[in-house]
Nanobody, 126 residues
Framework: QVRLVESGGRSVQAGESLRLSCEAY????????MGWFRQSPGKEREGVAV???????TYADSVKGRFTISRDNNINILRLDMTDLKPEDTGMYYC????????????????????WGQGTQVTVSS
């Protein structure tokens, strides 16, 4: 049974850093791409960062240079290191598992993901 469990979210001040983690269970983690998404109040969920099984990454323009996505295949953990946090980074952050192990598009389209975690809340105050 596939399960994704996010952690690390909390309230911080603008300019601070934070690390989010996503523990993956129930499948061969190293074979699948993963993504981080976020949803702010009143807005649709948006893609933040994506990493495929070869460690190639894609970032949303709003977080380039500030966020880093990484994965540790030895312990089945996906991470998101966030620096220079801004109030607009506030939201519920979700990790998601890619749909296929071969030919997976490194995409922010939610159709490319088939399992989601419950989310971890990040609040950035000015």
């Amino acid at each position: 049974q596939v399960r994704l469990v996010e952690s690390g979210g909390r309230s911080v001040q603008a300019g601070e850093s934070l690390r989010l983690s996503c523990e993956a269970y129930g499948y061969s983690f190293r074979r699948f791409g993963m993504g981080w998404f976020r949803q702010s109040p009143g807005k649709e969920r948006e893609g933040v960062a994506v990493i495929d099984s070869e460690n190639a990454t894609t970032y949303a323009d709003s977080v380039k240079g500030r966020f880093t996505i990484s994965r540790d295949n030895n312990i089945n953990i996906l991470r998101l290191d966030m620096t220079d946090l801004k109030p607009e980074d506030t939201g519920m952050y979700y990790c998601a598992k890619g749909t296929t192990s071969i030919g997976w598009p490194r995409s922010f389209s939610e159709r490319a993901y088939n399992y989601w975690g419950q989310g971890t809340q990040v609040t950035v105050s000015s």
